[in-house]
Every structure is written in C-alpha cells, then in structure tokens.
C-alpha cells in the first residue's frame, strides 16, 4: 500500500503507518467508510485454476482482515502470452471468479498486462463501520491471540516448485489456502475481538510485530501450539525454505527474545512467508478457547497461541517472546 498522500487527508482512517492490510476511507455518510486493497502473486501451485482461487481469496482476505465486507474486485493479470496458451490465463481467471463468488464479490472489471512472469490478483474493495474497524491499533494488553489458520505454505509451496511434496501435503496446502476468512471474521466478532491481520507474506511474526508497532504491546507466543501443515516442518528440516522467509527472519531477529530450549525450525515456521495465510486475532482472554472450539467445528484449524502484554523494562513494545516451555507440539 502506498503511502496517503492528496485529497481529504482526515477521511483516511487506516492507511501505511502501522502496515495494516488494507487502506479504510470515511464516506460521505456518518459511519460508513470504504475498505480498499490491491494484492498479486505469482503460482505457488501448477493447477492453474486452484492458482486463481488461492490468489484471489488472498486478496479478499485483506478485507476481512479490517473488519470488513468485500464488495467489487478487478482483475490484475500479468501474463506471458508468447511462452503460455490462453486456456491458462481462461482458467486463472475461472479460479479467480469461483473465488470471488464465494465471498460474494462483484467482478466488474480489470486489467491484464504482457509480462515475462506470471502473475495474478485482484483489486478489492469493502466496506465496514468505523466503530467495526479492525486493525494494527487496536489491540490490549491481557489479550490472547489466536491464529485461525495453519503455517507453512511457503516452506510447502517450494516443496511444490520442486515436485518435493506428496500429493497429500499438496491437497492439504491448496485446501488452506483456497479457505476464506470471512466466517472466521464473523466467529471472532462473536468473541469480542478488537484487532485482526491476515497472517501473508511478512510471515506470523512480521505481521504480529505490526500489531504490537501499532498498539504500543509486547508479545508471548506459545511456540509449540503453533498450528502447522502435514510435511511443513520435514520440508524445512530438508532446507526447502524460500529466500522471503529467511529474509523475513532475520529482519525480525532483534525483536526476538527466547525462553526454554529454542527449536530453531519451529522459529523459522512462524517467520515462513505465507500465501493466504490465515487471520491472527485478538480477544479476551477468557474468549480464546471457545472462539478456538467454534472455529475448528467450521473447519478452521484455529489455535490460542499466545497473549499481548503491556511492555516493560526488559519487555519493551514490539519485543515477541518465544516461549518453548510450554503447550503441545502442533
């Protein structure tokens, strides 16, 4: 997202200052504001049609991500036309539109550019209620967060490039990724939650830092309730990670502290670069176990997976404590 700049300024509510997921707008109405995103990826997946739908329920989820509802979506295609037949890009566009049509947004137009690298993803717009805004700002200390999807898909989605992954870790990858967030939204809402990210490129801890940048909180995750995909961590353990998930690691190391014996696979998975990855939420904490129970008889492999905290001395804001002392291993 681009930085605000122009126009009514004091209309935009949410836009680059704490890397929320989506920029929000006031509307003319008293209440109403627009939500807007733009996202595009390149194939985790050969199938092209499962590409289109995993690209376009990761553009969706920024929307829910706010708090919002999706309304209208454009098209963004980048395609290499002279290398790829046009019955790919006609089934890109398929996966795109089933998504789209389960989330009950609008297609209504696009634009598609000649480009060496495949690409594909939509323009999103929303909308939400000031008062239901959910973002990087307004979390609380004594919170738990719950994670309402599992890790790995970028570790798995290298596995994929390499024809590495069986085809169970496939099926179970482009399942997760192809699952909107939009009832989970709603679940959470049922459980007071009061601020929200989509778990995406910047990996759980990127985008958990973002949160407690934008709320001035620290952080404790429970490293071994991390919910994981089948065949997330042997992938990993074999040394298939992408280039973006080191790089998101060694961006957030100095805001790591460890307590208990560090599993280092474990800390990669929460810094693993995720594609439609699932919401990160906050809730009070008598909440969480019962927002976890609705969310997994909806068919989301959802987790409490730790708590915000005020900061402190020796726990300043943005600090994430990875915590191997206690939980089950996901």
């Not at 049609?49 to 098209?75: T, V």
């Not at 001035?216 to 089948?230: G, W």
């Amino acid at each position: 997202m681009a930085p605000a700049s122009g126009g009514a300024s004091g209309d935009v509510l949410v836009s680059t200052d704490f890397s929320d997921d989506a920029a929000v707008v006031r509307l003319g109405a008293a209440g109403r504001a627009v939500v807007m995103t733009a996202d595009v990826i390149a194939p985790i997946v050969d199938e092209a049609e499962a590409f289109g739908e995993i690209a376009a329920a990761n553009s969706i989820s920024d929307i829910y991500a706010m708090g919002g509802r999706p309304l209208y979506a454009l098209n963004l295609v980048f395609f290499p036309e002279d290398d790829l037949p046009m019955e790919v890009l006609y089934a890109i566009l398929r996966g795109g539109a089933r998504a789209c049509a389960r989330a009950g947004v609008t297609i209504v137009g696009g634009h598609t550019v000649r480009d060496r690298e495949l690409k594909y993803g939509l323009s999103v717009v929303g909308e939400v209620e000031e008062s239901a805004i959910l973002s990087n700002r307004t979390a609380r200390a004594g919170q738990s967060l719950v994670l309402t999807k599992a890790l790995g898909t970028g570790i798995l989605g290298t596995a994929i490039k390499k024809q590495l992954a069986s085809a169970d870790e496939l099926a179970a990858a482009t399942a997760s990724m192809t699952l909107h967030n939009g009832a989970a939204l709603e679940l959470a809402r049922t459980a007071g939650v009061t601020a929200c990210t989509d778990v995406t490129g910047f990996g759980l801890l990127g985008h958990l830092r973002n949160i407690l940048r934008g709320s001035e909180l620290a952080a404790r995750l429970d490293m071994r309730a991390l919910p994981l995909l089948p065949g997330a961590l042997d992938h990993a353990r074999a040394g298939r990670v992408p280039g973006g998930s080191k790089a998101n690691l060694a961006f957030i190391q100095p805001a790591l502290r460890v307590a208990g014996d560090e599993e280092s696979l474990l800390t990669l998975m929460a810094a693993d670069a995720q594609t439609s990855g699932g919401l990160l939420l906050c809730v009070p904490t008598g909440e969480a176990e019962r927002l976890v129970a609705r969310l997994r008889a909806a068919d989301h492999p959802a987790a409490a997976i730790g708590e915000l905290c005020a900061p402190s001395g020796d726990r300043p804001a943005g600090t994430i404590e990875l915590d191997f002392r206690t939980g089950a291993a996901g």
